[in-house]
């Protein structure tokens, strides 16, 4: 019986050492980079990136602008209400359509990037708050569709595997292209004394982000 106890300890031994060696592994690699080896992932980052930039100068100095164009305070201020609001609508009735297995999330994907894309061009067209209420509606309805499909996309365009990474590497570059933006935008506003330079920055991004998105369903 002794020598059974021993081989048993033994065996339990070496059996952990496969688990271990694979924990210290695991631990080792903290992110995937091989993640943009894949097309569908790399065009979709740059696109990722370049809405992110433009729809952060547009929510952060959103408000500002109309104050600008003569719109009152309290009026302006309920601009990112009703941009909330379609964008909550906007993300709960995507990922239902994104349920459907005859729609590809790709163009959806497209369709949400070009709405706010024309959201960011018409904002610096408008001069009544019916305008402005108009470019906050369709903002939110953009940004929401393009929001939803994109954390999808990240998530099923690479295998399992690397679906943290993927999704992690859009989300921090994402991130960054969201801290830059508004301090940009607000640095052109503060040396030209109007906020409408700023909202063209983002435009001239937003109208560059259609055309990356038009080669998404190739990939």
Partial sequence: MILMWRKMIN??????????????????KIVDCSVWTVP???VFAMAFVMDRFGGAVTRVHLVKYSEEEGISPGSSSRLLMFYGLTSCFARLVTGRVCNLTWINPHFV???????????????TLARSYIGFLSCSVLFGL???ISIATSNLIFLTC??????????????????????????LAGFL???LESYAPSFLLGRRY??????????TPLC
Wanted: aromatic residues 6%; glycine residues 8%; charged residues 15%.
């Fill in 11 to 28: 065996t339990d031994s070496t059996s952990q050492l496969p688990e271990e060696d694979s924990r210290v592994d695991k631990k080792a």
């Fill in 40 to 42: 569908t992932f790399t």
């Fill in 109 to 123: 994907f497209q369709v949400g990037s070009f709405i706010a894309a024309l959201s960011v061009i018409f904002v």
């Fill in 142 to 144: 953009g940004a929401g």
């Fill in 158 to 183: 690479v295998d399992p595997g690397r679906r943290a990474s993927a999704f992690g590497l859009a989300s921090c570059l994402g991130s960054l292209s969201i801290l830059s933006s508004p301090p």
């Fill in 189 to 191: 506003a503060d040396q």
């Fill in 206 to 215: 937003a109208t560059r982000l259609c055309s990356p998105s038009i080669s």
